[in-house]
């Protein structure tokens, strides 16, 4: 039975519940066992909270016994991510300088979905400050993708992705600023969303393209965490109002996909892709159109994503490679090659990225949902690869040169979120050798709904996401 349970869908197990038929205490128990098994083989935890965890479902077990109109969340175990602070939980940000670090408050999503019942399984594995492409630290070592625990399990969010995608927990909570939890659910088979800038508030947010936001196994487990964590906070400037949309109920909502108009771009901006990642996505696109879509191919003109990332990120790489070195602090090479190719750049060149450059991403998507509902890409370029090291990703894509390897990972992903827009990927194949591939779902401003319905018809005209890996 416990093998049975922790493939289970948050959303079954609230049902399981409430009739009974399985209770937190057996859910939690399977899910630190599972995480005692493979753990070892992907690395995707910095902390257990086992006993907490415990004495936590057996209060839920209690509660649900007496207490029918609990939120559907309470009693589901979740795991989060290194970068946000849980209150008397170790908080590390995947750092040696932090290691000890217990903050004594939590971030505002985590503080509503814990307010909302869940059970915490442990903090999961990040890079230093989520500043590479693949979760590698000198605190936690490398964390690989359950399909393949020798390759990499991407990043930032790559614990999170990973530890989903091997079962151990059905919900995980991840970050996202240019791809952080949609790269890792890619190569790790799981559902990831970022939703639209300012839908799920933060703390101290002085970042408008970065976000927060769940990884699961299905499209409505995801919904079921964005119901709760949506809404605004006075102590983050750019938070949306509440719209009163209903994440679940578009999710569950029948249908197909009938009457929508959706572009498809193998490679926005021109980035060369995998062979095996094109034939898994034109492969989705048929499976698109089967359930009703209709789907056209388009050019999306937008800027080299490899220089832009440098451009936009580049002077925060700058701050914190100065701050640790000045606190005395290892830096792991990559960090230290992105400040130094940071520091020549002219303050122009960063202004122009942040205001000229950036508008011109938004306008290049808004010129395409002139004429269709979605866009449809694959989620990364290439599929999961080789322990690559301080280099973070491959030299070549198909046969041609890649300028920044750690970045390529990342090239389909970070204009969305420098765009604004909201963004899922669901897995949607696999390549000749057993990888996962995903498909990313990109929306207008604030079609939150409208993309989440999406991926939920597509996930289920597809069977893609009942495939689990065999660790």
Not at 196 to 217: F, K, L
Not at 237 to 253: H, K, N, Q, S
Not at 321 to 327: E, I, Q, T
Request: a negative charge; one cysteine or more; charged letters at 20%.
């Amino acid at each position: 039975m416990s093998n049975e349970l922790i493939w289970k869908s948050a959303h079954e197990l609230a049902d399981l519940y409430r009739s009974r038929a399985v209770s937190p205490v057996e859910v939690v128990e399977a899910v630190l066992e599972r995480q005692a098994a493979v753990n070892p083989k992907i690395n995707a935890f910095v902390t257990v909270t086992a006993d907490q965890a415990r004495e936590q479902a057996r209060q839920a077990e209690r509660r649900l016994l007496s207490e029918p109109e609990l939120p559907r969340l309470f009693g589901i175990p979740i795991t989060v991510k290194d970068l946000t602070e849980t209150a008397g939980v170790r908080t590390t940000f995947g750092s040696v300088g932090y290691k000890d670090h217990v903050p004594t408050d939590d971030g505002i999503a985590w503080s509503r979905l814990k307010a909302a019942g869940t059970i915490l399984i442990g903090k999961t594995t990040t890079p230093e400050f989520g500043l590479l492409g693949v979760t590698e630290s000198r605190l936690t070592g490398t964390t690989g993708t359950p399909w393949d625990p020798s390759r990499a399990a991407g990043g930032s969010s790559g614990g999170a992705a990973a530890a989903t995608g091997a079962g151990i927990g059905p919900l995980a909570w991840g970050s996202d600023g240019g791809g952080s939890i949609r790269v890792p659910s890619s190569l790790c088979g799981t559902v990831g969303i970022k939703p639209t800038s300012g839908r799920i508030p933060h703390n101290h947010n002085v970042e408008t393209d970065a976000t927060e936001g769940p990884i699961a196994r299905h499209v409505v487990d995801a919904a079921m965490m964005l119901d709760v964590t949506v809404g605004p906070d006075p102590r983050d400037r750019i938070a949306l109002p509440d719209t009163g949309d209903r994440y679940v109920e578009a999710a569950l909502a029948d249908g197909d996909l009938s009457g929508l108009r959706i572009a498809a771009s193998h490679n926005p901006g021109g980035m060369p892709i995998d062979p095996e990642t094109r034939r898994v996505f034109n492969g989705a696109l048929d499976d698109l159109r089967s359930a009703g879509a209709t789907v056209d191919e388009v050019e999306i003109p937008l800027p080299d994503a490899y220089e832009y990332f440098i451009q936009y990120w580049g002077p925060e790489y700058i701050a914190i490679a100065d701050d640790m070195h000045a606190n005395g602090l290892d830096v792991w090479p990559l960090i230290d090659h992105m400040a130094e190719k940071a520091r020549l750049l002219t303050p122009l060149q960063v202004s122009q990225a942040m205001r000229e450059v950036k508008t011109s991403i938004y306008e290049a998507y808004a010129g395409i949902f002139g004429q269709f509902d979605l866009i449809v890409t694959p989620t990364t370029p290439i599929p999961a690869f080789p322990h690559a090291g301080d280099k973070g990703g491959l030299d070549e894509i198909d046969g041609q040169p890649v300028k920044y390897a750690a970045a390529a990972l990342h090239s389909l992903t970070e204009s969305p979120s420098h765009a604004g827009l909201p963004a899922l990927t669901v897995p949607c194949g696999f390549t000749n050798l057993g990888l996962p591939v995903g498909l990313q779902f990109i929306g207008p401003l604030y079609a939150d709904v409208a993309v989440i319905s999406a991926a939920a018809r597509y996930e289920r005209a597809t069977t893609w996401h009942q495939q689990h890996p065999s660790l």
